[in-house]
């Protein structure tokens, strides 16, 4: 069974850090973009940030210069650095990573983590 297993998360002061890993697992030929979401309560799911297999990143307005997303690709392991937090970063976070299970494959298929939850006090 394939799994993605987010960790890291919980309770920071506003301009505290905190740092999300994304763990994959199963039977994986290749992981390709992985990415974080996160979701508030009332509001809709959005991108936060992605990387390609390769390291090329992609983030939101909202956290640009403030988050940093990575990937250590021999640990099959993303991660969410979050720095400089506000309250409006309190969220689910939720992993998110592009699959070929399959050496036959054409084309990966989306998985997601069951959620972090992240909450930013004043």
């Known amino acids: 069974q394939v799994q993605l297993v987010e960790s890291g998360g919980g309770l920071v002061m506003a301009g505290g850090s905190l740092r999300l890993s994304c763990a994959v697992s199963?039977?994986?030929?290749?992981?390709?973009?992985m990415g974080w979401y996160r979701q508030a309560p009332g509001k809709e799911r959005e991108l936060v940030a992605t990387?390609?297999?390769?390291?090329?990143?992609n983030y939101a307005d909202s956290v640009k210069g403030r988050f940093a997303i990575s990937r250590d690709n021999a640990k099959k392991t993303a991660y969410l650095q979050m720095n400089s937090l506000k309250p409006d970063d309190t969220a689910v976070y939720y992993c998110?990573?592009?699959?070929?299970?399959?050496?036959?494959?054409?084309?990966?298929?989306?998985?997601w983590g069951e959620g972090t939850l992240v909450t930013v006090s004043s």
């Open positions: 998110n990573a592009n699959l070929l299970l399959s050496r036959w494959s054409t084309r990966g298929i989306d998985y």
């Open positions: 199963g039977s994986i030929v290749r992981i390709n973009t």
């Open positions: 990387i390609t297999s390769g390291g090329s990143t």
